[in-house]
């Protein structure tokens, strides 16, 4: 069965292309800058040159089509009708409280991503686009979403909730949502088959350190704290965004420097984390290649990486102790895979703090692919 995943984000839409019975993925590529002057497409098959041309992408639907034609295309396509695609699947940032795991696209769902965009207005809006330009480019194929959100819906009431007046949970859902949950997901899931155990047996703490960074506590399969909010800017320290921060400080710099409420939030998720401490780059290579060298400017990179290294030793130590234990830390996402002497320090730092059996792993993400097999277990459920 093939399957279509669609990742869209503001001006962009990723896809890949999936045979979800072989596991392995027939294309992939991106539409990129959607609505300027200079869209362009990138698209690789599992077998040939990568594809690389200008295109003209007004809008979302303009950017499904383009996809589409070049997944059929004589030249560079992998099959021949857009309908040997079976299903549809969509990552989707924000579900709330209402969506607990994967689900089959309904009009009623529609809605409720809708409502939810509210909470995720950078996210949410792109995924409509491409559900509704699925809808109507592929009509009649099944879709699914996916959702970030839905693996943490496991996490106990002690560890989502904040210590505001109840009424305002109840009346406006403020409460730890986390994300990233696609990925915490599948490494979870991946680091079971490498340890050779199973994962209901298993206490986990998985680390996605991106540009975007998070940290889950995973016992037994299960979400039971993460460090991401309500928003995606609480907890680590991250390429542009703050992480951890007294709220006191909002109102502080309101009143110092003047500034909105846009402009204090613009300032703690772009101009903060890495890019704000190093003054270099939210790159964590770039900060990492300054830190080798001499003066002030080294030494605020330098700081930038204990800083960056710290908060996930300390949100590590506290998940350990809110487990009781632990069997494998596991790291992935870009600055894992490319960082292996990370990876090894906070292993050293942290020796007499973890068991002295646990394992630290490192596991590319593959959030696509789980994508794909939860959209093919959703719709082969829904045939039978």
């Given at each position: 069965?093939l399957?279509?995943?669609?990742?869209?984000?503001?001006?962009?839409?990723?896809?890949?292309?999936f045979?979800?019975e072989?596991?392995h993925?027939?294309?992939k590529?991106?539409?990129?800058r959607?609505?300027?002057?200079n869209s362009s497409?990138?698209?690789q098959?599992?077998?040939?040159k990568?594809?690389s041309r200008?295109v003209?992408?007004?809008?979302h639907h303009?950017?499904?089509e383009i996809?589409?034609?070049?997944?059929?295309?004589?030249r560079c396509?992998?099959i021949?009708?857009?309908?040997?695609?079976?299903?549809?699947g969509?990552?989707?940032v924000?579900?709330g409280?209402?969506f607990?795991a994967?689900?089959?696209?309904?009009?009623k769902v529609i809605?409720?991503?809708?409502?939810?965009?509210?909470?995720?207005?950078l996210?949410n809006?792109?995924?409509?686009?491409?559900?509704r330009?699925?809808?109507?480019?592929?009509?009649?194929i099944?879709q699914?979403?996916?959702?970030d959100?839905?693996?943490?819906q496991t996490m106990?009431?002690?560890s989502?909730?904040y210590a505001?007046?109840y009424?305002?949970?109840?009346?406006?859902?403020?409460?730890?949502?986390?994300f990233?949950?696609?990925?915490?997901?599948f490494?979870a899931?991946?680091?079971a088959?490498?340890?050779?155990?199973?994962l209901k047996?298993l206490?986990l703490?998985?680390?996605?350190?991106?540009?975007?960074c998070?940290?889950?506590?995973?016992?037994?399969g299960k979400s039971?704290?993460?460090?991401?909010g309500?928003?995606?800017?609480?907890?680590?320290?991250?390429?542009?965004?703050?992480?951890?921060?007294?709220?006191?400080?909002?109102?502080?710099?309101?009143e110092k420097?003047?500034?909105?409420?846009a402009?204090?939030?613009?300032?703690l998720?772009?101009?903060?984390g890495?890019l704000?401490?190093?003054?270099?780059?939210?790159?964590m290579?770039?900060?990492?290649?300054a830190?080798?060298?001499?003066g002030?400017a080294?030494?605020?990179?330098r700081?930038?990486?204990?800083m960056f290294?710290y908060?996930?030793e300390?949100?590590?130590?506290?998940?350990?102790?809110?487990?009781?234990?632990l069997d494998?830390?596991v790291f992935t996402?870009?600055?894992s895979?490319?960082n292996?002497?990370?990876?090894?320090?906070?292993e050293?730092?942290l020796?007499?703090?973890?068991?002295?059996?646990?394992k630290?792993?490192?596991?590319p993400?593959n959030e696509?692919?789980?994508i794909?097999?939860?959209?093919?277990k959703?719709?082969k459920?829904?045939?039978?």
């Open positions: 069965m399957i279509l995943i669609i990742n869209c984000g503001s001006s962009s839409a990723k896809y890949q292309l045979d979800a072989r596991h993925f027939l294309a590529g991106i539409v990129e959607i609505g300027h002057t497409l990138r698209h098959t599992n077998s040939g990568p594809l200008n003209s992408c007004k809008d303009v950017a499904i996809i589409v034609k070049t997944l059929t295309d004589d396509g992998v021949r009708s857009k309908n040997e695609i079976k299903g549809i969509h990552r989707v924000h579900g409280e209402e607990k994967s689900t089959f696209i309904t009009p809605r409720s991503i809708v409502k939810y965009s509210e909470l995720a207005p996210h809006p792109p995924s409509l686009f491409g559900i330009a699925c809808s109507e480019i592929l009509r009649g099944p699914v979403a996916v959702f959100t839905s693996f943490h106990p009431s002690r989502f909730m505001i007046p009424r305002l949970y109840a009346k406006y859902g403020i409460r730890r949502y986390g990233h949950g696609t990925s915490h997901r490494v899931e991946e680091a088959r490498k340890l050779w155990r199973p047996d206490r703490i998985t680390c996605h350190l991106g540009n975007g998070s940290i889950t506590a995973i016992d037994g039971v704290d993460t460090s991401m309500f928003t995606p800017l609480e907890g680590l320290v991250m390429g542009t965004r703050s992480g951890d921060i007294d709220p006191a400080v909002v109102f502080y710099l309101m420097e003047r500034l909105s409420p402009e204090v939030s613009d300032l998720n772009k101009e903060s890495l704000g401490i190093s003054g270099v780059s939210n790159d290579r770039d900060v990492v290649k830190s080798k060298g001499k002030k080294a030494g605020r990179a700081l930038a990486l204990d290294i908060r996930i300390k949100y590590i130590g506290a998940y350990v102790a809110a487990m009781g234990g494998a830390v996402a870009g600055i895979e490319n292996p002497w990370l990876v090894k320090r906070i050293d730092d020796k007499g703090i973890v068991p002295r059996e646990a630290f792993l490192v596991i993400t696509e692919l789980l794909a097999r939860d959209t093919y959703i719709i459920a829904r045939r039978k």
